[in-house]
């Protein structure tokens, strides 16, 4: 009796052995799938930009580039208008997410305090915000009257804060021990004092997630630049990239002589410039990142 109940723990041990490996097995292949039709289109891009506009058309799967070549980037490097956008992007994505963080640092403080009187009405008129908007022409004609077409500030002070983050930021401060904040305060720090010498400090997570998305948001934003800016001078990266591509399609379509600037090689280089800095600065905020994710999604 008991070598046969042995014999049938073994072989349960046996099939649930098999059952992990096969789960283990399609698990890997299944996110090796994901990855690769991720990493994919990047490295496409990738090799498509250090490519020759001859060796782009010699095949149309790109794992390698067939004829090297750095045309593209030495025609994007010698534009005046493209470091006078990426000059319009770096101040609208630090000054703007400077003002964001700040906005959204001190109301999401405010509105975690569960004595204050009115926080309900606050947050709900936070969230009233995220279903109700008021439209792209009445925003428009906003921007306009208080005189900020054709300036950075319209592509900073319209967003200057999100509520989505908000919230985030509101719900992490909600987890903190409110014991810190009551220990300052009777060793005599001021409000101020609280949030800049306690809460921040141990909201790194949260806190570098936020400035992230913010960060993200500034630099890909072409569309209110579409709208608020007509002047070259002032046109952000996304949308010097967005008219030089148009334009480039409209000269090939019309018979331009021209090879290799209106080729897709010129196109995969600005992208991939437009690309780069997000992506250096990404492996620096990646631990935080991750961290912040967690945080703050289910407390309301």
């Not at 983050?165 to 401060?173: A, D, G, Q, S, V």
């Not at 806190?207 to 500034?218: E, G, I, M, N, R």
């Not at 992208?271 to 492996?283: D, L």
């Amino acid at each position: 009796m008991m070598a046969r109940t042995e014999r049938t723990k073994a072989s349960s041990h046996i099939r649930e052995s098999l059952g992990s490996r096969i789960f283990n097995v399609v698990n890997v292949l299944l996110l090796g799938f994901i990855a690769f039709t991720t990493f994919y289109p990047f490295w496409d891009c990738f090799v498509v930009s250090f490519s020759s506009l001859k060796g782009y058309l010699a095949t149309s799967v790109h794992l390698w580039p067939s004829e090297w070549s750095l045309e593209g980037y030495r025609y994007m490097v010698s534009s005046a208008e493209l470091w006078s956008s990426y000059a319009n992007s770096i101040i609208i994505t630090v000054g703007g997410t400077a003002i964001n963080m700040i906005i959204t640092i001190m109301a999401a403080y405010v509105l975690s305090k569960r004595n204050l009187k009115g926080h309900r009405v606050l947050m709900f008129l936070a969230v009233f915000t995220m279903m109700f908007s008021g439209g792209i022409i009445p925003t428009y004609m906003v921007v306009k009257d208080v005189g900020l077409m054709n300036s950075l500030w319209a592509m900073i002070l319209p967003t200057a804060v999100n509520t989505y983050n908000l919230i985030i930021l509101r719900n992490f401060f909600l987890d903190l021990p409110a014991e810190l904040e009551e220990a300052a305060l009777l060793d005599g720090c001021t409000e101020a004092g609280v949030l800049f010498r306690i809460m921040l400090p141990i909201s790194k997570p949260a806190v570098t997630t936020v400035t992230l998305f913010y960060a993200v948001d500034h630099w890909n934003d072409f569309f209110s630049a579409i709208m608020y800016i007509n002047k070259k001078q002032q046109w952000p990266l996304q949308l010097f990239l967005r008219s030089m591509l148009f334009q480039n399609d409209a000269a090939y379509a019309s018979g331009g002589e021209s090879l290799f600037l209106l080729g897709q090689p010129m196109k995969m280089a600005a992208v991939m410039m437009a690309i780069i800095p997000i992506m250096c600065a990404y492996p620096f905020f990646q631990r935080y990142f991750t961290a912040g994710m967690t945080v703050g999604a289910v407390k309301g």
